[in-house]
């Protein structure tokens, strides 16, 4: 089956409106909707930042090249700090 994609040009003052004639299920569910495309536009933003490109880089090269610590010894590590 064929998916077709409709863009609508709604007036915000008539999107608030809707939203507000919305029992409060309703009201929770478009709340998680929102909160999850937030979400998802802020770390596609935030992936697209050279400062968080180079850490990514850094962190995979890190990786590569076996400069890493597991959480075992990350664990290990603490536990022997505090005796």
Not at 26 to 35: F, P, V
Not at 39 to 61: F, M, Y
């Amino acid at each position: 089956m064929t998916q077709t994609t409709v863009q609508l040009q709604i007036p915000f003052q008539s999107l608030v409106d809707a939203i507000a004639s919305l029992n409060l299920e309703e009201q929770k569910q478009l709340w998680q909707i929102l909160e999850e495309a937030i979400a998802q536009a802020e770390e596609d933003l935030l992936e697209k930042d050279p400062t968080v490109q180079a850490q990514i880089q850094a962190a995979r090269v890190s990786y590569q090249t076996g400069d890493y610590q597991t959480i075992e010894q990350y664990i290990a590590n603490r536990s022997g700090e505090t005796s």
